[in-house]
């Protein structure tokens, strides 16, 4: 749940979302239950932080939320935007490391911005259907079942990935396509279901 104050690392001094439109504050840490208001308009929620660097497990968990701007974060806790089924694309461009079920049933999450993550624990994107492209140029893990059900995801480009792990893109039913040159570990299971691929590519 969203509450209805956020807390400055520094000061510890708590603000109204009414007080925060059309803001982002310098915060270093978001913390469970804790968040910014970027902007409340038409119906729409977003959320942006631009200092924070870490975003703690359970942290947005069935938030209603929509968009999620973190330009400097380069942690993402467990389970920290579980369930947001609103939520429609995520700019996480510094982002390192991805903990298990961080977007588990995003089912509305078009798109994800990660180009720096070289770790993507399990179920982290499981369940989000609607997701259908994502960039991890530098990612070198994929954990068990990170990506299954997500079945809109139509072509995989991982390439600089080593190991894929069990059940990692199982029921992909619309992908066609598995580019993945520097794989070496390419676990059980890893594109079970995916009967749809007609190319791949490996070392």
Known sequence: MIADAIRTKTSAVRYKPSEMANAIMAITTVEQNECVIDAIAEGTLSIAAGNASYITQNAFAYAPIEHAIFPN????GINAFYS??????????ECISISNNAFQYCESLESANMRKC???????????????????????????????????????YLPSCITVGTSAFAYCSTMTTVNLPKCVVLHDSAFYLCNNITSVSLP
Do not use: Q
């Not at 974060?73 to 993402?76: E, K, L, V």
């Open 73 to 76: 974060a380069t942690y993402i």
């Open 84 to 93: 947001c089924r609103s939520l429609i694309h995520v700019d996480l461009s």
């Open 118 to 156: 070289v770790s993507v624990m399990g179920d982290a994107f499981r369940g989000c259907s609607t997701l259908s492209m994502i960039s991890f140029p530098v990612c070198t893990t994929v954990n068990e079942s990170a990506f299954i059900s997500c079945r809109n995801i139509s072509k995989v």
